[in-house]
RNA sequence: GCGCUAGUAGCUCAGGGGUAGAGCACUCGGCUUUUAACCGAUUGGUCGCGCGUUCGAUUCGCGCCUGGCGCACCA
């Protein structure tokens, strides 16, 4: 149900309960009640009272008086039992009428399931073992107008929500009813607090740069295209951190990341939201290999801090981060996987694409032939057909070929190669890295033949990014780069079987 | 973008060419130390939207909308 319903059609069974509840709405303001008020002071959230209570024997009563506040989300025996929610837990509060104020207890009806109240009582644990606030007053805070959803389980009738849909377009409902999607964006919160912390105990600053760019650059991708109205001209969405946060390491900034919103415009599925979150991190005098320790050490430590331990499960899939991760080249796991070896033909892409068509991998994109395929993208297409699924455990593919990565540089011995590495884990790419090239003139040779891809008609080839290459011939030292897909670590740390799940407001198609 | 699948009361679901069903919720009454409280009664629907077939469509057909899953693209 919308809002919208609510407004307009006065006939539904929604705004038949929502009338009722003006009605008491109105009730409450004419007794001269705020149903709206400013401000509560309570002495302890819920979760608190149950520890600080739990030896508190059955049938035993305090004289302690404690004030609490939350959402009602049941109640029994006519406004005799209250279900008192906080965000640390439950406490049910306890209205013994025959000792109440009469004021009080003509008051308790004009409540529904979903108000806000605070309450103040006395502690005192129910004869059936339920630690309860034996209550002298209640007041409203927030009037709720609109019915929760409640689900039944079994024999449990609890507030809940089954439909996927509304979960995820009013994730407030969501979150309100189920405890799920709150772990898991609190998880989500402690795993980027731990990004920083890690980083910042190193020495890495954050610094955040502009996501309305003149050019998208800094990876494959088509961007969302905006417009600035006062300079009359087209932005885009950027797609990713990195050349910015290069130009901060030609600045003379040695040790950079920045964790921020990313968006492509391509299409939505488990894995793939338009805005995702990514941190990208350089670190000057460095290279690819210490970016590979520096991954390993990384996620391990997220891992321990947010799971207490190292092996995971998800999806009834058992993930190891404890072993030392295997680091295999491209090449050789090619070979191990789909028995295909290119080493010998990294500079004749008709050999390379034999090699492929033999060993049936299609080279095709987009359901279409692919045209004039260089060694890079053929090696790229097999290994993501026959090797990318099976990297479940943790495992860093090395040198990659030199075609499909245009930022990195090339390899110190392996012509054809570049120095760069992908991790995979649950067969996701989950972190790509390079040592970053530095050189002017052959990063200005590989951004032109992109541009020529793209004026080819290439949406996701690199586009010119003239003053990058600018900032590079001033100088710029030898760097290690990395960029992790902080939406899919969540999921893999949180057992999320979707990225809608790790995100609090995923995209979804207006209705 | 393609394929499969779903949409019926506030919620969870059943049904099926002939007046639209259940449980829970809501409202009312009873009861009063419950935790699914319990007992009783009432209320509640454009059966996602549109077109077609038909005497008659919520049901059958086609199209559309929205979601889910898979594929493709990608991270």
Partial sequence: MTLQDT??????????????????????????????PYKFIRTHKAEELQVKYKDLANSQETDDTVTVCGRIHNERNDWMFIDLYDDSGKIQLYCDKENLDKKLVEFLPLLDKGDHIGAKGIIRRSPRGELSIKVSEVIVLSKSLLPLPEIIEGKKRHLGIHDIETRYRQRYLDLIVNPIPKETLKKRAKITSEIRNYLDEKGFLEIDTPVLQVEAGGAEARPFVTHHNALNIDLYLRIATELHLKRLIVGGFE?????????RNEGIS???????????????????????????????????????????EYQGKIIDFEKPWKRIPMLDIIKEHAKIDFSKCLHNPEEASKLAINAGVKLECRGAPMVCPDCGIIIAKVFEERVEAKLIQPTFIIDYPLEISPLAKKHRSIPGLVERFELFINGWEIANSFSELTDPLDQRKRLEEQAKKKAAGDHEAHPLDLDFLTALEYGMPPTGGLGIGIDRLVMLLTNSASIRDVIAFPTMKPL
């Fill in 270 to 312: 488990t894995k793939h939201n338009p805005e995702f979150t990514s941190i990208e991190l350089y670190e000057a005098y460095s290279d690819y290999n210490d970016m590979m320790d520096l991954t390993e050490n990384l996620v391990k430590y997220i891992c321990q801090k947010v799971n207490g331990k190292l092996q995971i």
């Fill in 255 to 263: 040790k950079v990341y920045e964790i921020g919103r990313i968006f």
């Fill in 7 to 36: 407004n307009i059609d006065t006939h539904t069974e929604s705004s038949r309960i929502r009338n009722q509840r003006l009605e008491k709405l109105e009730k409450i303001k004419s007794l001269g009640i705020d149903p709206y």
